[in-house]
Every structure is written in C-alpha cells, then in structure tokens.
C-alpha cells in the first residue's frame, strides 16, 4: 500500500470517528434542547458536542493507527512454505 493510501485511510478513519461522535450527540441531545416549560439546555452544545466530536476523532485516529500496524505487521511478516 502506497503512502497516499495510508494517508488517505488515516484520514478516512478520523472522519468516520468524528461522524460516529457527532452521531453519539444527535441520539443524547434529542428532547435535551428544549425541554418542556424550561429554556435550552446549554450545556449539550458547550459541554456534550465538543466532547462528543473530540472523543470520535480520537476514536478515530486510534483506529487508524491500529489498523496502520495491522496492515505493517501482516506485509512485513509473510508466511513461510
């Protein structure tokens, strides 16, 4: 796998980790912004979202790096006959 791939993978997966966070948020935040007879919950946008998006990236990353070492162990490593 060239580096442009590996980069690219890298990147993909961050992606997806920020997705899956901001994902996580939509499902805890429904019925949280406007709570019946009460103003916004502020919270969820000051405090939830950047948690949310900045544990998904991290995911994210993590994964992508796992799976970085993964792929390097299994090429580097071929099976003997």
Excluded: I, K, S, Y
């Excluded at 920020?18 to 805890?28: E, N, S």
């Excluded at 019925?31 to 979202?49: H, K």
């Amino acid at each position: 796998m060239g580096q442009r791939t590996e980069a690219a993978l890298g990147c993909l997966t961050v992606l997806a980790g920020t997705g899956g966070g901001l994902g996580v948020w939509w499902a805890r935040a429904q019925g949280r912004v406007n709570r019946f007879e009460q103003g916004p919950d502020w919270r969820v946008f000051v405090v939830d979202l950047p948690v949310c998006f900045g544990g998904g990236a991290l995911a994210g990353a993590l994964g992508g790096v796992l799976l970085h070492r993964l792929l390097r162990a299994r090429r580097a490593d071929p099976q003997a006959p």
